[in-house]
């Protein structure tokens, strides 16, 4: 890693942690908004951040001739991707008498399995890997099916939880059907992104995705209780 790759993980580790803190003094005045949804943002935020510490000290990745591999990623996504999709789901289930663990449960197994896949397609030779990578692919496919499907359903108990549901489904998808599309073009994939192109890719991505999404869900939903 360059100088300038280790600025931008820095960089990221500061904004995760300052967006932690402030996800932590947000709980302080909840506003009627359950206060595990707080917790979930600040352990995304925070354990996202402290992931991305450990590529800035040159830990969290493993340096080969033909590519970097930066397995810290999937440590940060294996923890704080199955964390957001249970906040989403949550607001999707912010009325129900009873939540549906079945359905919790589908999510978090399909979003382990596609980051899975992607670390052992990242690992994998050329003539391997993009099996590996399809069938992240097709667990990502049975995520947005049930994030469409059966959780925005879930929503429609009121018209602002709906909306408020359909905004944050529309901001999750919009980002996260990104992520393939720059791992395939990274380094990791067929390499038209090297360097600090897909470096930057995945420093903006996680920050739109996690903190964006921890701010805008949470206020929304504490204007709802308003």
């Known amino acids: 890693m360059n100088s300038i790759d280790t600025s931008l993980h820095i960089f990221y580790f500061i904004v995760m942690i300052s967006s932690a803190i402030y996800f932590y003094f947000l709980s302080r005045k909840p506003k009627g908004v359950p206060l595990y949804e707080y917790v979930i943002a600040?352990?995304?935020?925070?354990?996202s951040g402290v992931a991305y510490l450990s590529i800035a000290l040159g830990q969290g990745l493993l340096e080969r001739p033909e590519k970097t591999?930066?397995?810290?990623?999937y440590l940060d996504w294996v923890v704080s991707t199955p964390l957001l999709l249970l906040s989403l789901a949550l607001t999707a289930m912010f009325y129900?008498?009873?939540i549906n663990r079945t359905l919790i449960a589908s999510l978090i197994i399909a979003d382990v399995f596609m980051i899975l896949t992607g670390?052992?397609?990242d690992f994998s030779p050329d003539s391997l890997k993009y099996i590996w990578y399809s069938l992240g692919l097709v667990a990502l496919a049975i995520i947005l099916r049930i994030i469409w499907g059966p959780l925005k359903r879930m929503?429609?108990?009121?018209?602002q939880l709906a909306k408020h549901y359909k905004r944050m489904a529309i901001y999750l998808t919009s980002f996260w059907v990104l992520y393939p599309l720059a791992w395939f073009f990274g380094a990791s994939g067929v390499g038209l992104t090297k360097g600090i192109i897909d470096t930057l890719a995945f420093i903006v991505l996680p920050i739109f995705s996690k903190v964006g999404f921890g701010i805008l869900d949470l206020h929304g939903l504490r204007k709802i209780k308003g």
């Open 119 to 121: 670390l052992i397609a």
């Open 155 to 159: 929503a429609h108990e009121s018209d």
């Open 42 to 47: 600040i352990v995304i935020t925070g354990w």
């Open 96 to 98: 129900q008498r009873k």
């Open 69 to 73: 591999i930066y397995f810290a990623r």
